[in-house]
């Protein structure tokens, strides 16, 4: 079966910056659309970003200004930069592709952002 596999999270300081990257175990057509989720500790999944396949790109206000979602058609690969990371930004992130109009959703199992000093 097609997995997602995320990978780039880590231990990172205040005010730094990581690199989220998603990519499928093999080529999956026809997504329309990209996302990254996380949750925290306690709480409830998140939208944090997500990019369509006519180039519209949406960001949590939590993270506007700082995270950038984008993605490479030709691999079907999903990125995250996260730069000014904030000890609030601390959770487990997950990638999420979608099929329409079967709604037909990939997930991956995540990985984990954490920043402390």
């Known amino acids: 079966q097609v997995q997602l596999v995320e990978s780039g999270g880590g231990l990172v300081q205040p005010g730094g910056s990581l690199r989220l990257y998603c990519v499928p175990s093999?080529?999956?057509?026809?997504?329309?659309?990209m996302g990254w989720h996380r949750q925290a500790a306690g709480k409830e999944r998140e939208l944090v970003a997500s990019t369509s396949d006519i180039g519209r790109t949406d960001t949590a206000d939590s993270v506007k200004g700082r995270f950038i979602i984008s993605r490479d058609n030709a691999k079907n690969t999903l990125y995250l930069q996260m730069n000014s990371l904030k000890p609030e930004d601390t959770a487990v992130y997950y990638c999420?592709?979608?099929?329409?109009?079967?709604?037909?959703?990939?997930w991956g199992k995540g990985t984990l952002v954490t920043v402390s000093s």
């Open positions: 999420n592709f979608r099929k329409l109009p079967a709604g037909m959703d990939y």
């Open positions: 093999r080529t999956i057509f026809g997504i329309n659309s």
